[in-house]
């Protein structure tokens, strides 16, 4: 339904050029802007969100209220956004899932990410790291692609659910190094790491910020990382890429992104991007974000757009490789 | 430093003045939203949550932490005086709560369940203390085997909490067994039962549920009463408080649930409306009296609430010491905690002992208070069953949807609520007890998912359930409690085919 609306309004290019027009005229944003954000308050999408609306709230002189519509990995968050957008401006910001990987996973999405969406900025990202127990036999990467290619199913990982980054980045590692491991599915971090030192599964992928304080009391150990280049919150981790045969561009990343349904003024979308690179800029929001384990990122819309497209084929096709083995 | 040093230095943070009205001003308020049914603690800790951006960090967890335990407090008043449970943690309370009140002595009962109450949060701040690092470790030794073993153990002792007719029982645990599927199977990603619609891919709102079945189908069947019939009588100070029979039979269910609901704190993901049901079904079969329980039964309201608020504490052992949040509301807290720079975990203890101890001293002031807030309270909650009907009604309906919706902001349920009610009463008035789907509601994911993941990780062996010792002893409990009901239905049949009476 929002899909043939969005297309009708796209196709009348009169319609949608009037309506910048008046937003613009009217001096945007002259009442308060909706942000809609798929978790709960409080969770790390949520505290990401509220990061950049806080000092969006000042420079552009209206409350940017942040939304909290839990619910489908983030998706209900977009949904939301789309069934508001006409009342009133809404925005969203969400994780990488309901721009990649849901339309493979959620059945009845309800929006087309490609016709609906208007990308905004990327506000950061974070790499995965690959993570064991402080008793694990091996202390480097080609150690452990010994271990778990010893046979099928030889080492058993913990992710966040079917379908989530850390499920898709297992699969992705698993056949690039040609090892198969065996997937059991939690629905948390925290679940994952009380599961890895309590030795009933023996790794998974996780952002270094559920990882790093256990490292540090000695209970788990980090045996690579998922990004191009060694991450400031997780010193001394090698990068994987080209180790252990795993491929040089071997990459897999987590990220956040400010985002409006597609139609919204294109004026509203520039003042909106060169504001959050302004505020990612700031050093003591860039540490902010470091504390909590993320890099800020920014750059153009079409940043945003590239990602969106790049993440969704890759993943699509550890989707279908997933399909297959089933 | 340790134990008890600790907790004396936690005190000098928490009675800091700046530290101190807060966690008053948390307190009350959790006592407030714990009475009105629906508004419980998740929503106002996200509510308050950007407010406390512009405290101290201790001030502010203080505070979160306050309404989080004083809202147990509160959830046991409208159990009592009006069969709708404040909260889903206190649902089991109406099942004695509400027929006490109905014989005049709603005093007796809001007392039992105040200082069970308190008795049972100092007991789980007392095992904070003392064992907050044997429970960790417990916490991480729990595998999937022994979750799956201790639910299973869980369901079979409880499952005829609250009933009278055992078919009866049975059904209503099964069909909340069956709703419990709804959603997104955590194992495969399969969606079960969502016809389509995203709302339900997480499944069935838990406050959703408690309130339609308790709250809404309450007020339909009052519906027909058009007008109550005959004000009660304003009750003096003296029939508020319990006499000397009624007090001797509530320190020991109130020791008992406290060390159950301390227990099952400690485990993520149990919690602590699991730990009211089993303390209810443990009193009931330690009892001298089981053909009183559902009658009006201070034990069944003594051990319940000890067995909630010793739960609500020692939740905070896991999420403290292993940074492993046990329920969405402990999540909420982790997030506050995250927010003001503390991370918590493992390394919690070292790195911020200010913050560690001081929290836990809080727990403390923070029951005291309560208790002392609450006592002279009791008569004016009471004084709740003298509004009017057409008055009362309409608001807790209010209260129920505003409760509901703040959970996660979706107006799907709010129609949920509204169907689940009618179903509710539906079942009522089959008599069908709806504590006991709410009781499958909770239990059944937890058990089918720790299953399953217990078998996915022993690559299909079911005997990972007998290998490991805990989980071989929960297992074998349930198979006891089995043959136990199984022997005294036989030996019940045998005596009654002897006997003249059928």
């Known amino acids: 339904m ?15 050029l009037c309506k910048p027009a008046l937003a613009q005229e009217a001096g945007w944003p002259s009442q308060p802007q909706h942000v809609f954000v798929g978790f709960p308050a409080g969770s790390s999408p949520d505290l990401l969100a509220r990061i950049v609306t806080e000092p969006l709230s000042d420079t552009l002189g209206q409350p940017f209220v942040i939304e909290n519509k839990p619910g489908a990995g983030g998706v209900i968050g977009v949904q939301q956004m789309l069934n508001a957008q006409d009342i009133e401006n809404s925005f969203a910001a969400t994780i990488n899932g309901p721009l990649t990987t849901a339309p493979r996973l959620t059945p009845n999405l309800g929006y087309d990410v490609e016709s609906d969406i208007a990308p905004v900025a990327l506000i950061a990202t974070s790499p995965l790291v690959l993570v064991v127990s402080a008793e694990f036999e091996a202390d480097d990467l080609s150690g452990f692609v010994d271990a778990a290619g010893a046979e ?3 080492l058993a990982y913990g992710s966040v659910g079917q379908g989530s980054g850390a499920h898709l980045t297992a699969e992705l590692f698993s056949d690039r190094a040609g090892v198969e491991m065996l997937h059991i599915p939690f629905t948390s971090y925290a679940e994952v790491t009380t599961a890895i030192i309590g030795n009933e599964i023996d790794c998974g992928f996780m952002a270094p910020s559920a990882a790093m304080q256990y490292v540090e009391a000695g209970q788990l150990k980090i045996l690579g990382i998922t990004s191009a280049e060694p991450f400031a919150q997780a010193p001394g981790v090698p990068v994987m890429a080209g180790q252990a045969g795993l491929p040089d561009d ?27 690179n302004a505020i990612l800029g700031d050093e003591a929001v860039q540490q902010r974000l470091l504390d909590m384990g993320w890099q800020a990122a920014g750059g153009s819309a079409d940043v945003l757009a590239q990602r969106i497209a790049t993440d969704t084929e890759v993943w699509g096709s550890v989707l279908d490789r997933i399909d297959a083995k089933d | 430093m340790s134990g008890w ?53 201790e001030a502010a967890l203080v505070m979160l932490a306050g309404v989080y335990y ?17 909260t889903p943690q206190s649902a089991v309370t109406t099942l004695d709560g509400y027929p006490l009140a109905q014989k005049g002595r709603a005093g007796v009962a809001l007392f039992t369940s105040m200082i069970a109450s308190f008795s049972g949060s100092m007991i789980g701040i007392f095992v904070l203390i003392v064992l907050s690092g044997a429970l960790a470790k417990a916490a991480v030794a729990f595998g999937a085997a022994e979750y799956a073993a201790m639910m299973i153990l869980g369901l079979v002792a409880a499952s005829t909490v609250g009933a009278k007719q055992p078919s009866k029982a049975l059904a209503m645990v099964v069909l909340g067994l069956i709703l419990g599927c709804v959603g997104t199977d955590v194992n495969s990603g399969v969606q079960r039962f969502t016809f389509g619609q995203t709302e339900l891919m997480d499944g069935i709102n838990l406050v959703a549920l408690a309130m339609g079945l308790f709250g809404v189908a309450e007020v339909i069947a009052n519906i027909r009463v058009a007008e109550r019939t005959g004000v009660p009588p304003r009750i003096a100070l003296r029939d508020l408080l319990p006499g000397k029979a009624e007090l001797r039979r509530i320190p020991l269910p109130a020791l008992r649930g406290g060390s159950l609901g301390s227990f099952f704190g400690a485990l993520p993901g149990t919690g602590s409306t699991i730990s ?11 009892s001298r009296r089981p053909q009183e329980f559902g009658n009006g039964a ?57 913050m560690f101890w001081g929290l836990i001293a809080s727990f403390g002031i923070g029951n005291l208070l309560l208790l002392v807030l609450n006592l002279p309270l009791i008569g004016i909650w009471v004084s709740m069953l003298r509004i009017p009907f057409r008055l009362l009604y309409p608001a807790i309906l209010i209260f129920v949807c505003l409760g509901v919706y703040s959970v996660r902001g979706s107006s799907f349920d709010m129609f949920a609520v509204a169907l689940i009610g009618i179903i509710g009463y ?17 239990l059944g994911p937890l058990i089918e998912t720790n299953l399953r993941r217990a078998l996915l990780i022993g690559r299909g062996d079911p005997m990972v359930f007998l290998e490991r010792p805990l989980a071989a002893v929960f297992i074998i409990a349930a198979a006891g409690l089995i043959a136990m009901s199984v022997v005294q239905v036989i030996r019940r049949r045998s005596a009654s085919a002897g006997g003249q009476t059928p």
């Not at chain 1, 929002?2 to 949608?16: D, E, F, K, M, Q």
């Not at chain 1, 897999?252 to 992104?257: D, I, K, Q």
């Not at chain 2, 539906?426 to 909770?442: D, E, I, K, M, N």
Request: proline content about 8%; overall charge negative; some cysteine.
């Open chain 2, 276 to 286: 009211s049901f089993l303390a209810y079904a443990l009193e009931r079969r330690l």
């Open chain 1, 250 to 276: 071997f990459r897999a990343e987590l990220w956040n992104a400010f985002i409006a349904p597609a139609g919204t003024d294109a004026a509203v979308i520039e003042t909106l991007n060169t504001k959050i």
């Open chain 1, 152 to 154: 099928p199913e030889a």
């Open chain 2, 426 to 442: 539906a079942l009522s008035l089959a008599r069908f007890s709806p504590a006991l789907l709410l009781l499958g509601f909770v």
């Open chain 2, 5 to 57: 040093d600790g907790f004396l230095h936690g005190l000098s943070v928490a009675a800091q003045p700046g530290v101190l009205i807060y966690c008053m001003f948390g307190v009350l308020l959790g006592t407030f939203v714990g009475v009105l049914p629906g508004i419980g603690a998740m929503a106002t800790i996200s509510l308050l949550l950007p407010i406390t951006f512009y405290l101290s960090p």
């Open chain 2, 298 to 354: 201070i034990e069944g309201i003594a051990g319940p609430e000890a067995a909630n608020n010793s739960a609500a504490i020692s939740a905070f052992v896991p999420t403290l010491a292993l940074g492993i949040p046990g329920d969405p509301i402990m999540a909420l807290m982790l997030g506050a905690l995250v927010i003001h720079g503390v991370q918590p975990g493992p390394l919690m203890l070292e790195a911020r002992p200010d």
């Open chain 2, 70 to 86: 004083g809202s147990q407090y509160g959830g046991a008043v409208a159990s009592i005086l009006l069969r709708l449970p404040g």
């Open chain 1, 2 to 16: 929002i899909i043939s609306r969005r297309a009708a309004l796209l196709g009348a290019a009169a319609a949608s």
